[in-house]
Nanobody, 122 residues
Framework: QVQLVESGGGLVQPGGSLRLSCQAS????????MGWFRQAPGLQREFVAA???????NYVDSVKGRFTISRDNAKNTVYLQMNSLKPEDTAVYYC????????????????WGQGTQVTVSS
């Protein structure tokens, strides 16, 4: 079955960096678009970034220029490099997969991993 395991979160000071990883299994990874979402306390889960099976990327405006999504098909892993982190980036980060394209509407997906907590604070 599909399994998505996120890792790499932690506590970082404003302006710092983190790299998140999502290890996928149970499907042909290279054929799927992959995406990252996040959910801050008291808020809805929101789209952050996506990469198509062909490597095309898109981002929510609030992270453009700071975050980079990438994928390694040999390792069945998608990454999110986060630079210049801000307190408002604090959230639990989740990845997901889609055989066509990642929807920017998080409610389109009913399967989620455990997520990884990112806290940006001094």
């Amino acid at each position: 079955q599909v399994q998505l395991v996120e890792s790499g979160g932690g506590l970082v000071q404003p302006g710092g960096s983190l790299r998140l990883s999502c290890q996928a299994s149970g499907f042909i990874f290279s054929h799927f678009a992959m995406g990252w979402f996040r959910q801050a306390p008291g808020l809805q889960r929101e789209f952050v970034a996506a990469v198509t099976s062909g490597g095309r990327t898109n981002y929510v405006d609030s992270v453009k220029g700071r975050f980079t999504i990438s994928r390694d098909n040999a390792k069945n892993t998608v990454y999110l490099q986060m630079n210049s982190l801000k307190p408002e980036d604090t959230a639990v980060y989740y990845c997901n997969a889609d055989p066509v394209a990642i929807s920017t509407w998080a409610n389109a997906y009913d399967r989620w991993g455990q997520g990884t907590q990112v806290t940006v604070s001094s």
